[in-house]
């Protein structure tokens, strides 16, 4: 794999974790540089975890996590937005926001926007592709645009925080969905 499409292949794969930490940095209360960096730390080493354990399954077991991967990432998606969502609208303008997300929280969302990363490993063992520099070069990308999308979020949500942070939660799931209708749904 060339390093071109190494790199294109980790930002594509960072892209639903930017989505989602937009909207977990309008939750926040002005979240801090180290905040941005924890939440950016946690999704980049989930983000590089998942398409290692998707290559180590490899071609034998790829039959049994397609079958449900899009399923469960639509699952975790839909009821972490459900609760995006939730929290915005009942939260009035004038309410505190949390200071910090919780790391479980946090994880759970990686997950969910992950899954996908997964499939992209089972994909390069089924080609033969090694894992290290892929997986590494993905988590990088993920920590940056985490790391980004929170310090973004935070801006917005000064100003919309509610509004963002609904929006947020609909992006969530309207990306369980694209996992599931998306192209990659039809295979």
């Not at 801090?32 to 939440?39: D, G, I, K, S, Y």
């Amino acid at each position: 794999m060339s390093s071109l499409a190494t790199v294109i292949l980790a930002f594509s794969m960072s892209a639903d974790a930017f989505a989602a930490s937009l909207g977990k940095g309008s939750a926040l209360d002005r979240p801090p540089f180290t905040e941005a960096l924890r939440c950016g730390l946690i999704f980049g080493l989930v983000e590089a975890i998942m398409p290692t354990i998707g290559w180590a399954a490899g071609a034998a077991a790829s039959a049994y996590i397609a079958a449900v991967d899009r399923w469960l990432a639509l699952a975790v998606l839909a009821a972490i937005g459900a609760k995006m969502v939730w929290d915005g609208l009942r939260r009035s303008a004038e309410e505190a926001r949390p200071k910090r997300h919780s790391a479980r929280l946090l994880v759970v969302t990686a997950i969910g926007t992950s899954i996908d990363a997964m499939a992209v490993g089972v994909t390069l063992a089924l080609l033969g592709i090694g894992i290290f520099a892929p997986a590494l070069a993905i988590g990088m990308a993920t920590l940056l645009m985490t790391t980004l999308g929170i310090l973004l979020g935070r801006v917005l949500g000064e100003r919309y925080g509610r509004v963002v942070e609904i929006l947020g939660g609909v992006a969530l799931f309207a990306i369980g969905i694209e996992i599931v209708l998306g192209p990659a749904g039809f295979g």
